[in-house]
């Protein structure tokens, strides 16, 4: 920082330049006074010397001895006498050093000329050329002319004087001591002003650091007091002004951390909106919501693309309506409600504040409440149409051969076996779903049991026309499940799969060993699962296939049976598919149920 932009160089300059110009008008002054009281004081001995010369010349009547007299008395003296008696007779002292002024000048000047005509003493300086080898040479000096009368009753004068450069040399000296007592005194004016400026600009600055501290955020810093004048005062009030402060900005953190946590304790996202709809600031629920629409756009990031534009037309709404707007926006298989309000700075909309709610449980809840009807009621209904209707033609009588009643009384028992498979797979499903499932744990060589399921299903295959293969990390693999439940898992899984798979196509069985367990995958190269329907396809009574036809449909249960014997087993079970090329189901059991054998 440049001195003169500090309080230090400002306070320092003010007190040197008044300092200085208080200097320079005493300077002036006193070098007048000083002037005027030298060349009062050389006129006043000039005067006293001329007026004993006067006397001499009076009072003696040997007009030699006078004279020598007078020049004895001005010898000491640096000065000129002239004694003007009459025309004839002018005497001048014997100082050489200095020129003689004809007698005639003296006479002739406007103010010496009163000495012989008023008869009074008269002082004049000023410039009275001589000629010194025909050259003009100015010669400032001063004078004084005392009137006088001589023995024999002549009138005369007596004339003192002498050169101005005495006096300037006197006057020289005494600016030279001027001068340098003002410089002593601008020297020491500057120490003192430098002093007393840094005396007071130094709790300024430690208030300025303090300040910066502050800034900073570190309230706990303390300003000293050092003084008890303004200055100090103004420490005092600094340091409870950042006690005071110290005390909003924990309160405010405190209510930020309070808000911050219910925020993110809340089940519900929370998004708010500056008044041009930009986002300010969201909760992880909602922050889930715009992580899940940024992959919905594949992964790019596009300007007024951040949400859904139905989220951002709903803003626009609040914002014009000023009321509070729902809507439901859906994408990634889910379902979300869209509460947004308006958000006020006094009179004036400063933006908007949204509530977003995943409401795809629910939903889903609502669509198996609906399907579990539907499919229970299109279970049962078929069995027993049939039941009834073979039922009435042998009561009838309309069946005439022992052939035709063996048929009927087949299809009657195969349906009453559907409706006994149908009502204890929900019984079964029932039990695990209540946590009553008992799984009986035996260490299982992973080689050899999926060799007894790729033999339990390779004549289906034939006859389906697909290819299956299987693979496996490691014959010698052992881990400890339920063999009868995971063949169970495996049987509903495969069957799946080579029903939905088409003529020439492939499914394969993988069994990885991993660290901690066995991943277990079966994947085809079938028709695939609708996206919509990946998120239900382990609910019970659910099926892809929405025509529900005889030969490729089964109940619906099998794979909410497979998902709870997995889970029983401390495992989990995904699915990965895609429309027309293929489905993945993988499951993971554990190594940890070598504890339950």
């Known amino acids: 920082m440049l001195l003169w932009r500090s309080v230090v160089g400002k306070l320092w300059i003010t007190i040197i330049l008044l300092v200085a110009v208080v200097l320079l008008i005493l300077t002036i002054l006193l070098l007048s006074f000083f002037e005027d009281f030298l060349v009062n004081k050389e006129a006043e001995q ?14 003696y009547e040997d007009r030699q001895a006078a004279l020598e007299t007078a020049w004895e008395i ?42 012989f005509n008023k008869r009074e003493t008269v002082v004049k300086q000023g410039d009275f050329p001589i000629l010194e080898n025909g050259e003009q040479i100015h010669n400032q ?17 007596v004339f003192l004087y002498q050169s101005l450069e005495v006096v300037n040399k006197t006057t020289n000296q005494a600016k030279k001591i001027i001068y340098i007592s003002a410089g002593i005194g601008i020297v020491l004016t500057t120490i003192f002003a430098f002093f007393l400026s840094t005396r007071i600009t130094s709790p300024l600055r430690k208030m300025r650091e303090a300040a910066l501290e502050v800034a900073k955020g570190k309230f706990n810093t303390k300003v000293p007091m050092v003084t ?3 200055i100090g005062e103004l420490s005092v009030a600094f340091n409870r002004m950042g006690r005071q402060l110290k005390n909003y900005i924990t309160a405010l953190n405190q209510e ?89 700075n006094q009179s004036y909309i400063r933006g908007a504040v949204a509530v ?33 209707g073979y039922s009435e033609a042998i009561v009838d009588d309309v069946v005439g051969s022992e052939e035709e009643k063996q048929e009927v009384a087949k299809i009657i028992y195969d349906e009453s076996l559907r409706m006994g498979r149908l009502v204890n797979e929900l019984l079964d499903l029932a ?83 991993l660290e901690n367990g066995v991943q277990i995958d079966v994947q085809d190269t079938g028709s695939g699962i609708p996206e919509d329907d990946l998120p239900f396809v382990f609910e019970r009574f659910y099926k892809a296939d929405k025509a529900r036809t005889r030969g490729r449909s089964g109940t619906g249960l099998g794979l909410a049976i497979a998902r709870n014997i997995v889970e029983a087993h401390g495992g989990y079970i995904t699915v990965h598919s895609k429309k027309n090329e293929g489905t993945t189901f993988s499951f993971f059991i554990p190594d940890s149920n070598k504890d339950k054998w």
Request: charged share 30%.
């Open 46 to 59: 000039l005067e006293t010397l001329a007026g004993k010369i006067a006397s001499v010349m009076e009072n």
């Open 74 to 115: 001005i010898e000491i003296y640096p000065a000129k006498a002239a004694i003007i008696g009459d025309e004839e007779h002018v005497w001048y002292s014997p100082n050489e050093e200095i020129k003689p002024i004809p007698s005639k000048r003296l006479k002739e000047d406007a103010v010496l000329e009163d000495v």
């Open 141 to 157: 000096v001063l004078i004084v002319g005392v009137p006088m009368e001589l023995y024999n009753g002549e009138d005369g004068a």
């Open 228 to 230: 008890h004048d303004e």
């Open 256 to 344: 930020k951390e309070q808000l911050a946590s219910i925020l993110s304790s809340m089940a519900d996202g929370v998004i708010t909106f500056d008044k041009r709809g930009t986002m300010l600031t969201s909760n992880p629920p909602a922050e889930r919501f715009v992580q899940a629409w940024y992959y919905e756009q594949g992964m790019v990031e596009l300007e007024g693309k951040e949400l859904p534009s139905e989220i951002n037309d709903l803003f626009q709404l609040v914002v014009t309506l000023e009321k509070e707007q729902m809507t439901e926006v859906e994408f990634q298989g889910r379902s979300w409600v869209v509460v947004m309000t308006p958000l006020y």
């Open 356 to 388: 977003l709610r995943d409401m795809t449980e629910e939903r889903r809840l609502d669509k198996l409440r609906k399907d579990f009807i539907a499919n229970v009621s299109h279970e049962l209904r078929t069995p027993i149409a049939m039941l009834q």
């Open 431 to 513: 039990r695990m779903e209540a946590g009553h499932t008992e799984l009986r744990y035996d260490l299982v060589n992973l080689f050899e049991f999926s060799e007894k399921i790729i033999r339990k299903f390779s004549g289906l295959a034939r006859e389906r026309k697909v290819t299956l293969n299987h693979s496996v990390d490691g014959k010698e693999r052992m881990i400890y499940l339920d063999p009868d439940r995971i063949e169970q898992v495996l049987t509903n899984l495969v069957d799946n799969a080579l029903r939905h798979t088409p003529e020439g196509g492939q499914v394969e069985l993988y069994v990885k060993s």
